[in-house]
């Protein structure tokens, strides 16, 4: 089974602080995703990855930036945070050659940040 | 990115009925998914439909892609306390690695 490991369930941190999410994939998956889940809104594509290095921004990826250094970690960073960025985080990965037409996303637990 | 409207936003229901909540857009999509997220996990996929007007069902769940392509239904028969969760819609926004998620229906089910 693939396993997607967020490094924090829960995260408290105070406005104008950077940041850093952490996102780890176990099954050799080149794309990966960021997600934010507002209730009301559902789930926001904030940037994903195809590849090592590579990055593209989604639906809301401002006051975001990511870095994917490593194929198995993706880092979702607020360079400086703010109260509206209070929210759950979900990272996703996808299989290199499969969309989401043929293979499902597989969602981590979430990261549900507090900005103070 | 592509608007999904989903409802009931909410639904509270006496275990064992039966629940339905949609999903519309103004635009067409040739793929409907179907996902479940239960607390405190990430979202599931629970069933994919490919093709205007096909009916696919998962255990007791039953979801139609609408012939006009711009719409989608779940159904949920005889609900059990295990069904509890946020149900999401969702389809494509740009590439097919691009998901659009609907904004979810809330799922109660009272003992």
């Known amino acids: 089974d693939v396993k997607v490991t967020q490094s924090s369930r829960y995260l408290v941190k105070r406005t104008g602080e950077k940041v850093f999410l952490e996102c780890v994939q176990d099954m050799d998956h080149e794309n990966m995703f960021w997600y934010r889940q507002d209730p009301g809104l559902g789930l926001r594509l904030i940037y994903f990855s195809y590849d090592v290095k590579m990055k593209e921004k989604g639906d809301i990826p401002e006051g975001y930036s990511v870095s994917r250094e490593k194929k198995e970690r993706f880092s979702l960073i607020l360079e400086s945070a703010s109260t509206n960025q209070t929210s759950m985080y979900l990272c996703?990965?996808?299989?290199?050659?499969?969309?989401?037409?043929?293979?499902?996303?597989?969602f981590g637990n979430g990261t549900r940040l507090t900005v103070t | 990115g592509q608007q999904l409207n989903q409802s009931p936003q909410s639904m509270f229901i006496q275990e064992g009925e039966d629940v339905s909540m949609n999903c519309t857009s103004s635009?067409?999509?040739?793929?409907w998914l179907w996902y479940k997220q239960e607390p405190g996990e990430g979202p599931v996929l629970l069933i994919a439909l490919y093709k205007a007007g096909e009916l696919t069902s998962n255990g007791r769940l039953t979801a139609q892609f609408g012939i006009t392509r711009k719409d989608s239904f779940l159904n949920i028969s005889a609900s059990i306390p295990s069904d509890v969760g946020i149900y999401f819609c969702a389809s494509f926004s740009g590439s097919a690695r691009q998901l659009t998620f609907g904004s979810g229906t809330q799922l109660t089910v009272l003992p």
């Open positions: 635009s067409i999509f040739n793929t």
């Open positions: 996703a990965s996808l299989a290199w050659g499969y969309t989401t037409l043929n293979s499902p996303l597989h």
